[in-house]
């Protein structure tokens, strides 16, 4: 029977049990480059990057016009820089080297215009974000998240003050949350929270693809992104990224090495942002996106699992297992392989349908 093994590896050194199993992976896919050449260098050489795959229609940049409507609709003032992270609130998301780097630019850049980070998260797990913006002396005031209305389905962009809050679209009680596994925005919506942002920060200890930097990027942002794991690919050249520095940790246990991305440089790339002009800033935004339509839509990644079914032999096993009741039935129904889907959980469904 085909089959692909079609995974996530995210550090070095590479899990053993992938090491293990991959002469027995005919088709073995990893979701970045990172885990595939470290495979490749230990003479697995049939080890092929396939990358998640993205609906780019989902994701653009609006018109200029658009996102300053967005901003005046949230009460944002029209010529503010915003910084934005669109993540779960998980511990691999270095939110306190964020926090940081931000203050640390606030500090030494002074910028004349209003500046906020917005971070799109749950605010319920994970970092205690205002505690953390305490410690490194970033304005409270200044951290901005969306908020989503469990009534009415709407959002707002805004300071946080807790969950379970009043909406201020429909005006029900008791409604309104930070967006989170349970209530999200949709996507559309989410293309709008991308559009209120400058740039794009995003930095990790380790990640398989980290989706949003590709998102980002598809509204043509400049996106600043750890250099580490998956990264590196979307750090190389002609990607619309700039690179941000880290150092390296073990974690406990697994003895993997995780990135701690640098505070300073993420000073130093959002002043250089800061300082860009609008042109250039433009110009660059359009290679990212460009960039990743080229990797990641689902036009490239559809295109070649068609033709890796296409070209797959056809089963040959031996479905009338002796001592099944029924088992010619049993070939019949296992031998046509009919209606097989594909799924990607909560991103894509039904992304292709074959019969072999």
């Not at 910084?83 to 780097?101: D, H």
């Not at 990644?301 to 056809?314: C, R, S």
């Not at 099944?324 to 049993?330: D, E, L, V």
Request: charged share 30%; aromatic share 10%.
């Amino acid at each position: 029977i085909n089959s692909v093994i079609w995974t996530t590896l995210d550090s070095l050194p590479i899990l053993p049990s992938a090491v293990a199993n991959a002469p027995k992976i005919k088709n073995y896919w990893i979701w970045s480059s990172f885990a595939t050449k470290a495979l490749n260098e230990m003479g697995h050489s049939h080890v092929k990057t396939m990358h998640g795959c993205i609906d780019t229609k989902h994701f653009y940049r609006l018109p200029n016009e658009d996102r300053l409507e967005l901003r005046k609709k949230n009460g944002i003032e029209e010529d503010a820089f915003i910084v934005g992270f669109v993540f779960r609130n998980q511990l691999r998301k270095s939110v306190p080297n964020l926090l940081e780097g931000y203050s640390k630019w606030k500090k030494e850049s002074n910028p004349k215009r209003k500046t906020y980070l917005l971070l799109h998260t749950y605010w319920k797990e994970g970092w205690n974000i205002h505690k953390l913006a305490d410690e490194y002396g970033v304005d409270k005031s200044e951290i901005l998240t969306t908020h989503v209305c469990k009534k009415c389905g709407d959002y707002e962009v805004k300071v946080y003050d807790g969950e379970d809050k009043n909406c201020g679209r429909c005006l029900s009680e008791k409604t309104q949350v930070t967006t989170n596994v349970g209530a999200g925005v949709r996507e559309d919506q989410l293309n709008e929270v991308y559009n209120f942002m400058d740039v794009y920060c995003h930095p990790f200890t380790s990640g398989g693809q980290e989706i949003p930097i590709q998102e980002a990027k598809l509204t043509e942002l400049i996106t600043l992104v750890t250099n580490y794991s998956c990264g590196e690919e979307c750090c190389e050249e002609g990607s619309g990224s700039l690179p941000l520095d880290w150092a390296e940790y073990r974690e406990h246990g697994t003895q993997f090495r995780k990135a701690s991305t640098c505070p300073t440089d993420i000073c130093e790339r959002i002043e250089q942002v800061y300082k860009m002009p609008d042109a250039e800033r433009r110009r660059i935004g359009k290679l990212s996106r460009e960039w990743a339509i080229s990797k990641f839509s689902t036009e490239v990644t559809g295109k070649f699992l068609e033709n890796f079914i296409d070209e797959a032999p056809f089963a040959d096993f031996d479905f009338n297992i002796p001592g099944q009741r029924g088992g010619t039935h049993r070939t019949r129904m296992y031998g046509q392989l009919e209606g097989v889907k594909l799924y990607k959980t909560g991103m894509y469904e039904n992304l292709i349908s074959f019969r072999k």
